[in-house]
């Protein structure tokens, strides 16, 4: 069961549901706002979910690699939830007007065909293994609540917004999954046709398994399960692009699969 909440988390929540209400930004926060701890910004993200009322579907996670984590000054992969209404198929046209700063992502999304329930043993590889039902091909569109500039809070208050989760725009399942060598894959970002972003899956997630046993664990912690039919967004494969309107967007892993995204006006 989680913590009450403090007087300013109840103050944080309150304004992070209504930016997402309200489909805005705002710069910066007032600094006694921002929680005290990693834990405290999780129990503020859960309550945001809570007020919102609407469907987790999937959850997404970022830093996997000790790289990244020094590059976001966190000491642990982090985590957001991601909302039904923002997981889409591709192909997929997104309104560009109601992006806010769209930062895209490739990333390789796995769905579970059976639950993941909290337990008092921790998830092993095999455990979570026998829980997928499939891995796609994926663009995560992520967005902040807080605008981009000298103002931008800390860590923990963007770990309170969801970790920045946004959209997820799923390709087709990758077919024999099981028996793929992920570790020899690689990853591109397409825009306009232009090869921008790259990278080695091997070098961010290992295997797309890796981060859903670590998640799975993390919120059993908390006593949060993973249901069936739930999506996980297991990290990014090549960093990120700001999108802008008139962008076509195209996740490559080769034979993996491509997916693909339209930022409309």
């Keep these: 069961m989680d913590i009450a909440l403090t007087v300013e988390n109840e103050r944080l929540a309150e304004l992070l549901t209504a930016l997402r209400f309200e489909n805005r930004q705002q710069s910066g926060m007032a600094s006694d706002l921002v929680p005290s701890d990693t834990d405290a910004a999780y129990r503020v993200s859960r309550e945001v979910s809570r007020r919102l009322g609407w469907n987790v579907a999937g959850w997404k996670i970022a830093a996997f690699k000790p790289e990244m984590q020094r590059r ?27 992006l806010l700063h769209p930062l895209v992502e490739v990333e390789l999304v796995v769905r579970l ?7 008092s043993s921790p998830y092993l590889r095999n455990d979570i293994e026998d829980a997928v039902g499939s891995i796609h091909p994926a663009l995560e569109i992520a967005e902040c609540r807080f605008a981009h500039d000298d103002q931008f809070p800390p860590l923990n208050a963007i770990l309170a917004d969801g970790s920045g989760s946004g959209t997820l725009v799923l390709g087709e399942a990758i077919v024999g999954w099981r028996s793929h060598d992920f570790s020899a894959g690689d990853a591109a970002l397409r ?75």
């Design 72 to 98: 976001l000054r966190a000491n642990a992969p982090i985590y957001g939830p991601v909302y039904e209404p923002q997981i889409h198929l591709s192909p997929m046209r997104l309104e560009g007007r109601r």
């Design 191 to 265: 825009v306009n046709g232009i090869q921008r972003r790259e990278g080695r899956i091997f070098d961010a997630v290992e295997h797309p398994l890796e981060p859903l046993v670590w998640i799975a664990n993390e919120l059993s912690r908390v006593g949060v399960g993973l249901p069936a039919g739930t999506y996980v967004s297991t990290g990014s494969l090549t960093g990120m692009y700001l999108a802008k309107p008139g962008d076509e967007l195209t996740g490559d892993l080769g034979p993996l699969g491509e997916v693909h995204a339209f930022v409309g006006e």
């Design 113 to 119: 065909s059976a639950p993941l329930p909290p337990r």
